[in-house]
């Protein structure tokens, strides 16, 4: 079976921390254009060109600037017009970018103070074309220094020195990196701790770009691959220098213009690396190799399996470490379907077969079947969901209506715990979907049987209450989602007098908005409490109630606005089933539906999601329910709550099977109380 496989692009986001601080009272200044912070960040410094002049605050807690307090003064005299400053690692010596001439100058002082000792020193850059001086750092041991420059070679300037931190010993080693292929006026620049990382803010637009270095603090062209770029850099004026927190996860930025007061700002800092090439991954006893030009996973090590019966294509590409070596027939058995392999008695561990229907292989792992992937073949990330179940309870008998949401973790059976509240507290019959990060939920009835518009989300791996995101283009209930990772979908409902609608909408889930129309369910009457899932390209609905009860399985393909198609039909009409995938098997379970009387069933069927067929049987669930929702991860499939039908009252009971391993429900824990239309999701936790 697909499990995720690691994925990602580079990303670079920054987060405002609200604890910032502004040169607005005593002393006051403008025009602030350097800053420093002492490691264990009680001290931090800021020089402004307005005054010519250094300050020292000390933070009575470290890194929180609202608790700075001005402790000291250093005049330049004039003489020196700073466009930057820094500290050597020990705190005794000061360094200052003079925008006059230009040249660097420094001086001894006290440990990460504005006590100084001796006289200033100078150095012209020799032979360096410097203009405009607007950043200086250094590596670990002080050995080589690079300037940044705005004007002349903009770019980046690369020095050695004899003696670390000693510019005295300095000579320029004609080693120059080039910004302008990617920003007009570079502002500052500096490096991660191990030097693999170089930053430059850009001043269009408030830009961080990232560059990696093959070689630490080796700026040559050669050496250099450009990474993400930070679009959410703090705005307001220049962002002037930048320094690290001892771990590198917040980054403090001077923000001021040329009238402006100075404002410190603290940001968390977040960057995802994302795929490299080279990379590995393994599972299920599969090596994988991400291949950086293809921007693909392929398998690694491909070995030549023996084979009878008939032919299977692509085996020289197959890789199965040691598993496939250890096929106990050294053969590859073939089969009509992959029920025909299911039914395989007694296989021994590492058998190899092959399914006619669908052109896939599989291997028994020692307790299941599982499919293997060769390089045309790999699965897609599990985007749309992970192992966190986020479910919202919707109707209780205890609570009456509740927008309360509930959470687990899918990989281990537990009770859940109570994660936080909808914006409307009164609703159920919502659809639910999420993008991994984010769970979103739509629609649904509010008080006084009010059809809704509301759609709201949250943060999967943060417990705490929704946040509006938007609103759906119709306002109804018995509402039914899906998503592809990027987009989720609304589909069917009622309006509450009488009606039912046809109506898909979507959103981009990353992005709160209104949703916008996708297209029409194939029912042009509509239908409502139908069970939904998808893939990281499909999306299905199934079953539903309108003028009558449907066993209709719709789908759509996800990236691309359209009326759905028929996929093919549940093994009889049903309502209130759920819908669960695993990125490639769909899950329908349970419902009810009325041909006489009220029947309920408590059958599990599911389908190939990308082969439209019909229905086959997966298992049972515990008792004949309703009204219950599902959430699941790459390998689980989890229903939580419902009418139990058996007992005739809602229940509490979370259960779960294994996509891989069609069988009956096995008990998993309780939701925080009864449920009833319950909708689920799933994402990350962290």
Not at 616 to 644: I, M, Q, V, Y
Request: with cysteine.
């Amino acid at each position: 079976m697909a499990i995720g496989f690691p994925a990602g692009t580079p990303s670079l986001t920054l987060t405002n921390l609200n604890n910032g601080f502004a040169t607005t009272g005593t002393p006051s200044y403008v025009n602030v254009v350097g800053l420093d912070i002492s490691p264990t960040g009680d001290r931090m410094f800021l020089a402004s060109r307005d005054t010519d002049s250094i300050y020292r605050y000390d933070l009575s807690t470290p890194f929180d600037f609202t608790t700075a307090s001005h402790v000291q003064t250093l005049s330049l005299g004039g003489s020196i017009n700073p466009y930057g400053i820094k500290f050597s690692p020990t705190g005794n010596r000061l360094f200052v970018l003079n925008s006059n001439g230009p040249v660097l100058q420094w001086i001894s002082t006290g440990t990460y103070s504005l006590s100084t000792g001796g006289a200033w020193q100078s150095y012209n850059y020799g032979t360096a074309s410097v203009n405009n001086t607007r950043g200086i750092a250094f590596n670990t041991d002080g050995t080589k220094m690079t300037i940044l420059t705005y004007g002349g070679a903009t770019g980046i300037h690369e020095f050695d020195l004899t003696t670390g931190f000693d510019p005295s010993t300095a000579t320029y080693n004609s080693v120059y990196f080039n910004t302008a292929p990617y920003m007009t006026v570079p502002m500052n620049h500096w490096f991660n701790s191990t030097g693999t990382k170089l930053y430059v803010s850009n001043y269009s637009g408030n830009k961080i770009h990232t560059f990696y270095l093959a070689t630490p603090f080796d700026i040559s062209s050669s050496n250099i691959t450009v990474g993400p770029i930070s679009n959410n850099a703090p705005g307001g004026g220049e962002q002037h220098q930048h320094v690290f927190n001892a771990d590198e996860t917040q980054l403090y930025v001077i923000k001021s213009s040329t009238s402006g007061s100075g404002l410190v700002i603290s940001n968390s800092f977040v960057e995802e690396v994302g795929l490299q090439d080279g990379d590995e991954f393994t599972f299920n006893n599969r090596d994988y190799i991400y291949d950086g030009t293809k921007e693909a996973w392929e398998v690694n090590s491909p070995i030549t399996v023996a084979q009878s019966g008939s032919p299977v294509s692509d085996l020289s590409e197959l890789a199965d470490s040691t598993s496939i070596l250890d096929d106990p027939a050294n053969e590859v058995l073939t089969y009509a379907d992959l029920n025909a392999i299911l039914a395989v008695t007694n296989p021994a561990t590492g058998q190899l077969a092959f399914n006619l229907d669908t052109s896939d292989m599989y291997i028994f792992g020692g307790t299941n079947w599982q499919k293997v992937y060769d390089e045309d073949d790999v699965p897609p990330p599990f985007s749309f969901g992970g192992d966190r179940a986020i479910m919202n309870i919707g109707y209780s008998s205890v609570e009456s209506y509740t927008g309360r949401l509930d959470y687990y973790d899918i990989t281990t059976a537990s009770n859940a715990q109570i994660f936080g509240d909808l914006t409307n507290a009164n609703s159920n019959g919502k659809a639910g979907f999420s993008d991994s990060t984010y769970g979103v939920f739509a629609g649904g009835i509010i008080s006084g049987g009010v059809r809704s518009t509301e759609i709201d989300y949250i943060t999967i791996s943060t417990t705490a209450n929704a946040q509006s995101f938007g609103n759906l283009t119709v306002g109804r209930a018995g509402v039914s989602g899906c998503s592809d990772g990027t987009y989720g979908l609304a589909a069917g409902g009622d309006d509450g007098a009488g009606a039912d609608s046809e109506v898909i909408d979507y959103v981009t889930i990353a992005t709160p908005s209104n949703a916008i129309d996708f297209g029409d369910l194939q029912n042009a009457t509509g239908r409502r409490e139908m069970g939904s899932c998808s893939d990281a390209t499909y999306g299905l609905w199934a079953g539903g109630y309108g003028s009558v009860y449907y066993d209709e399985v719709d789908y759509v393909t996800i990236q691309t606005p359209a009326n759905a198609q028929s996929f093919g039909n549940l093994s009889s009409t049903r309502s209130l089933t759920a819908g669960v995938s695993d990125g490639t098997y769909g899950l329908f379970a349970g419902g009810f539906t009325v041909s006489g009387s009220v029947i309920f069933t408590n059958v599990i069927e599911y389908y190939t999601i990308t082969s439209p067929s019909s229905a086959t049987d997966f298992g049972d669930l515990s008792s004949n329910k309703r009204g219950h929702g599902a959430a699941g991860n790459a390998t689980r499939a989890t229903f939580a709550g419902g009418f139990n039908n058996d007992a005739g009252q809602q229940i509490t009971t979370i259960e779960y099977v294994t996509v891989a391993t069609p069988g009956n429900v096995t008990a998993f824990g309780d939701l925080t109380t009864n449920a009833y239309q319950a909708v689920g999701t799933s994402g990350n936790a962290a």
